[in-house]
């Protein structure tokens, strides 16, 4: 792209700093500006990607069909049972539903839906076109709710009224709504584990963790869960949450509804797990746990530095760029290149929040650009002003670090084997050498065919 | 696993979708609009469409897929886009610059009813540059009327008519196909030495070499010149009358430039029609390659007819690509069973016609009934299938699910294949692009044939 491409909007100035140079700080959880080239998803997106890996609901989509086609299981979050989350349910809403209101059709697209599927639990998500027609989602919920003595819970979710985080929000409150008691709690000495969609199987690695280490696991938000479980999480005496973005509202709210703590962990790379481990054993306060927990630490700490420092030493002094989701897992993830040997000279997350920026300055290198919420042609310049190996993104940033001839890692929806706990720490060194290491760098050549025959030397 | 469509087939009163056969406009308007050189396709509405359909594309694609949004916040929804749309029409053309920036509606802002075309009149847009807009409200039609009325702006804002009389040149309106199929026809109309203008047409837009830059645009698209001199051409030609015959009609009234719809050239018999318009419009002889590349073709569909011939087969996607894969999967001698759509298909009466009267008429030609649907969604499919079971599912990735659960071969073809790559760059369309299909289509079944075979009916020949 062209030097000037690459120019600048002067309202994105206060959304980018390179740490060491200012004091300034950045500007974060703003609107976008009109006419960007966005990476940025809406308020639906955010909702629907906490909701869904909600294995045994009937997830409806009340718009018209794009929102609902976009969304049809892509988020590669896996179930030990039930599939009905894996369809694609939509009111498909047409011009006449836009004049006169969607209600009707939402009502039979319910009254459709539980009779063929006989689910316990269905939400109804509204999209931005139900925000501006006006349906009174809560009382069609409400009132279909009654009819079928099922759970109908509206997810507030029209894509205009924020960005993604929003959407965390809307999510927090459907289910907030969907774990209310009906009887007095009975307390239980289990834990919840917030945060984890179980994408490629992750939240079974560390249910597995949690057995070995003895502690009792209630519920997962909400990776391969399902309604049953869901409603017992008030009982739970500790949340512990891997995805802050999504879960800490959430998590604030059952503390204050359900006097249930929580403490923030992360099961990326070595470092973060380990000392998450010790953290949950420490806070439960057991000490044949806090023993057990360092005893998994050792046993698997030993197992799997042997491996990564053969890729470390592959590795090393290589550069990485970041753009990903949330704060904090942009934060485990300087950490965990670290420990392959490799150097973040950039980081920019879609949804990081102010406190997780601060975190992120804290810990990187003089000279490292921290944006919020960039456009491609950030990304391209800071990546190649920064000489960038290797960039980890969602999707739409796949194949632009491809066709600048850099290496790339989905750490987003579209990741095919797990990221979390010793055994994702060796996946992911183990996907980092493959990409950055790959011969096909060599068959690129500026100059065509000439070059890549000196190339293939 | 996987499987949740109960067999039994009741009545469907609720008019909602399962597991839909379609997607919304603003989709098609996008990748139209990615089809003109230099142009930033932009998405007036929330954050939210704008990504989702970015990502779709690029999962489809492989590449990088740019456009703008105006980015909608509450206060846009309710006071209206306007100044967000005035403000994003600067932006763009001041940080991207493209030289057109094509803006397609989306739902919210359709519902709010924001007037696009004025606004974009009272905005400043530079010397020589150009702001186009479709609306594409999703609640009509489907990503392939969102082609069709991005392709059709294209015609209203650029089109002229300015030569006394026409030139000896073609329009192709190639419709919803890859990157891979565009090429596939130019070559075909190049060879015959006909001037000729495609548009839109993404190939090297979508499909761009990797060269270690990264080109916000890259060579390919059709130029705002040749959109421009499309006025003057003496025949359009559209290929697949849902994504295409809308434009040409569009042409034909502003600047007289009649129009011959066409079916997407699929197979032998689409082929044949797309050369013979090409030869008697423009009294041009068809070459001798392109002979014997037919000839190749016939030569391989009596090589291998025994392997398809009376197998069933279930096709769904979109209406041209269905309608095209019908017809040839009947010239094989396989039998279609179930051919569905997710797209509104017209209606009997209207001057358009309508998909199921045209799969229809196929099918009787052929002497088969099969069930035949538009505006349909898979979880129909499916419960069809469940019902009449098939040899073959042909469409796109979203097949999968219907194909493990019956445990039938799937081959991929259509939009979106989020699940397979190299797809964009290679045709379906004209000879060579029916052979593919054939291998395609042997391949699977062979396969199949192969890992079902009990150990004493292997065999090494096929
Ligand atoms: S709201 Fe956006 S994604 Fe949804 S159908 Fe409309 S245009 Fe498509
Ligand atoms: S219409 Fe709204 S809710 Fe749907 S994808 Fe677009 S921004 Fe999100």
Known sequence: ?457 | MLDCTPKEITERKSGGMINPAKTCQPIGAMYAALGIHKCLPHSHGSQGCCSYHRMHLTRHFRDPVMASTSCFTEGSSVFGGGANLKASIQNVFHIYKPDVMAIHTTCLTETIGDDVSSIIKTAEVAEGKLVIHANTPSYVGSHITGFSNMTKAMVSYIAESTLPVKKEQVNIIPGFVNPGDMREIKRLVKSMDIEYIMFPDTSGVVDSPMTGEFEMYPEGGTTVEQIKDTGNSQLTLALGRFASSDPADLLNKQCKVPAAVLKTPIGIKATDALLMTLRNSFAREIPKELEIERGQLVDIMTDTHFHFHGKTVAIFGDPDIVTGITEFVLSLGMIPVHVLTGTPGGSSNSAAGSFEDDINEMLTTAGITANVKSAGDLFTLHQWIKNQPVDLLIGNTYGKYIARAEDIPFMRVGFPILDRSVHSYLPIVGYQGAMRLIEMISNTLLDRADRDAKDEDFELVM
């Open chain 1, 1 to 457: 792209m062209a030097e000037d491409n690459a120019g600048r909007i002067a309202e994105r100035d206060g959304f980018i700093v390179t740490k060491g140079k200012n004091k300034k700080q950045l500007q974060c959880d703003t609107d976008s500006s009109a006419g960007c080239v966005s990476q940025r998803a809406c308020v639906y997106c955010g909702a629907r990607v906490v909701l869904n890996p909600i294995t045994d609901a009937i997830h409806l989509v009340h718009g018209p069909i794009g929102c609902a086609s976009y969304t049809w299981d892509i988020r590669g979050s896996l179930s030990s049972g039930a599939e009905l989350y894996r369809n694609s349910f939509s009111t498909d809403l047409k011009e006449q539903d836009i004049i006169f209101g969607g209600a009707k059709r939402l009502n039979a697209a319910i009254d459709g839906l539980v009779e063929k599927y006989q689910a316990k639990l269905v939400f109804v998500y509204s999209t931005c076109i139900v925000g501006v027609i006006g349906d009174d989602l809560e009382a069609i919920c409400t009132a279909a709710s009654q009819k079928h003595n099922i759970e109908v819970i509206p997810v507030e979710s029209s894509g205009f009224i924020g960005n993604k985080s929003a959407g965390y929000r809307a999510a927090g409150d459907a289910l907030l709504r969907l774990i209310k008691p009906s009887e007095p709690i009975v307390k239980s000495n289990s834990i919840n584990y917030l945060g984890d969609f179980n994408l490629a199987g992750e939240a079974w690695i560390i249910h597995n963790y949690l057995r070995q280490i003895g502690v009792e696991l209630n519920v997962t938000f909400t990776g391969d869960s399902h309604y049953t479980a869901l409603k017992s999480a008030p009982k739970a005496k500790l949340n512990i949450i891997q995805c802050a973005g999504s879960m800490l509202y959430l998590a604030g709210k059952m503390e204050e509804l359900y006097q249930i703590p929580y403490i923030q962990i992360s099961f990326l790379g070595i470092e973060d797990t380990a000392a998450s481990l010790r953290k949950i054993a420490a806070t439960l306060g057991e000490k044949s746990m806090i023993a057990k927990a360092e005893a998994l630490i050792a046993k698997e700490t030993a197992r799997v530095e042997a491996i990564i420092k053969g890729y470390r030493e592959k590795l090393q002094g290589k550069k990485a760029a970041i753009y990903v989701g949330g704060g904090f897992k942009a934060i485990s993830l300087v950490k965990q290149f670290r420990e392959i040997g490799i150097d973040v000279v950039m980081i920019g997350t879609q949804t990081g929040r102010k406190e997780e920026y601060e975190t992120i300055n804290n810990l990187v290198d003089d000279g490292t650009v921290i944006l919020d919420d960039a456009n491609p042609a950030e990304l391209e310049r800071f990546m190649m002003e920064k000489g960038a190996h290797l960039l980890v993104g969602g999707v739409k940033e796949r194949p632009l670090a491809y066709k600048l001839g850099i290496a790339f890692i989905d750490h987003n929806h579209d990741r095919k084997h797990p990221l979390s706990g010793f055994e994702g720490a060796v996946n992911f060194a183990e996907e980092v050498y493959s990409t950055v290491c790959s011969p096909v760098w060599k068959s690129l050549s500026k100059s065509g065919i000439d070059r890549g025959v000196t190339n293939h030397g």
